[in-house]
Each structure stands twice: as C-alpha cells, then as structure tokens.
C-alpha cells in the first residue's frame, strides 16, 4: 500500500497507543544501547494528562524493560507484542508460553549462537527474540531457524518478524489483541484510537485500529495497512507535540 497521507489533527476523544522502539525512540545496535531522554518523558507525561490518562504504551519489550525506562510515566503498558499487559489500574495480564517449551527451544539455540557469535538471543520471558542486527548476512539463516523451531511446535508457537530480529511467540496474541483489550477499558473505551508503530510487528495493531475506524500511523518506509504516514522518530514527536497544541 502506498502511503504519503499527515495523520489528521488531534482531537480530544481520542486514545493513544505508542510503539516504543523506532517510534518514541530510535533504534539502537542492542537493545540496551536505547537512550531514553527527558524531552519524551515530558512529552508523553503532557499527552497523558491532556487526554485523561488515555495513553498506552505497545511494545515489544518486556514489561520489566519498560518499567526501567518509562516506568516513571506511569502509563499502562503492554509488553512482549501483548502477551504481558498491565491496565490503567496497576493489574497485570498474562499469557505465557509452557516453560518447558521455552527451555527446549532455548537448548536448541545455544550451540547456533556459539558458531555465531554476532547473533543475539533476548530471552524476555514470554518470548526469545534472536536479533542479527550485528550480523546481517545471517537473516536468512535467522529467519529459516527460527521457522523450523515454530513449525516443531505443534501450532503453539509463532514467529513475530521484526527490524532484524525474529521472535518465537505463544500464537494467537499480537499487538493487536492487546490494543482490542485496551478499548474494552476505561480510560480507553469510546475514544477513537490511535496507534503508531514502525515494524512489522504493529501490523496487527493498525489492523486492529483500522476495524475501530481508528488513526493507524506507520513511521518510516514499507509495506503497511496503517493509513497514514510519518517519517521517522523526530517527525512522530512533532506530531505529539502538535497534538497537544491542539488538546491544550
């Protein structure tokens, strides 16, 4: 889908839901490497406030990782492209993959990263994400491996595609699903809603927004079903920003 069209001024009725990494933030060489600065903060504690709380953060990191970084926001958060989701009022929602399916995947993998060591495997508890952002003539060879472990999973398991890193996830449980959640709840429920995300793993959110008659905003270049289009990190915190002129 081709896609040039600026997301439309923001109104008050509307909810938020925000990708973290290569939306709020850009994307650095290990997940680690991310600065979080205190210009975001500022800005999504102001959206915060000005649309009454009505603001999540979707990623793909697990919750305890975004708590270290953003936790002093206070924002409800979905973690792990949904599979950890904690709500407006502090409770948290889990689903969660049999630990011994984990560690038998987790076995398999050991031997491939000591052969290669520019692969990088995130355990984030509910999921393991294999990153080759540091060695990436080996996407094929990522990408193939991970595949075969999902398919030896008997339909438990499925593969969530990313910016150079691919990630074996319980099947049935995205972005989307958790955003679906977010709108069944207040402070959310009624308010139109509006994602941004940048990789292949907010397809789902847009999805989701799109059968809500949402504002669904791809940051960056490819492929998408979102219906709007933003640049890049800098260009979503101007919107942001834009937003709140016109909430305030």
């Known amino acids: 889908m081709r896609l040039s069209r600026h997301p439309p001024a923001a109104e008050a009725s509307w909810g938020y839901f925000l990708d973290v990494d290569g939306t709020l933030l850009d994307i650095a060489e290990t997940p680690g490497g991310v600065h979080v ?3 975001l903060l500022e800005l999504i504690g102001r959206l915060r406030q000005a649309s009454e709380g009505a603001v999540a953060l979707i990623s793909g990191r697990a919750l305890s990782d ?24 502090g409770r948290l929602w889990l689903h969660a993959p049999p630990p011994e ?18 692969l990088l495997l995130e355990d984030k508890g509910l999921t393991l994400a294999l990153h080759y952002r540091r060695a990436p003539k ?14 030896g999973a008997g339909g438990r398991l499925e593969l969530q595609k990313g910016k150079r890193v691919v990630e074996l996830k319980p ?14 709840e207040a402070p959310f429920r009624g308010r139109r809603a509006v ?15 799109n059968r809500a008659n949402g504002v669904s905003i791809k940051v960056g ?8 289009r933003l640049a890049n990190v800098a260009a979503v915190r101007k919107w942001l920003a834009g937003a709140l002129t016109e909430l305030t």
Do not use: S, W
Request: aromatic residues 6%.
């Open 101 to 118: 399916a984990k560690c038998a995947l987790k076995n398999a993998l050991m031997p491939v990263l000591e052969r290669h060591p520019g």
């Open 221 to 228: 270049p490819g492929r998408t079903c979102a219906r709007y």
């Open 37 to 39: 600065d205190a210009a």
């Open 138 to 151: 080996l996407a094929g060879y990522a990408h193939r491996l991970m595949a075969q472990l999902a398919a």
């Open 66 to 89: 975004l708590d270290v970084r953003l936790g002093a926001l206070r924002l409800p958060m979905a973690g792990q492209h949904g599979l950890e989701r904690r709500d407006v009022g």
């Open 171 to 184: 099947a049935g449980i995205d972005k989307g699903t958790a955003i679906g959640e977010y709108l069944a």
């Open 195 to 209: 994602f941004i995300g940048d990789d292949a793993n907010d397809e789902h959110g847009f999805a989701e927004i």
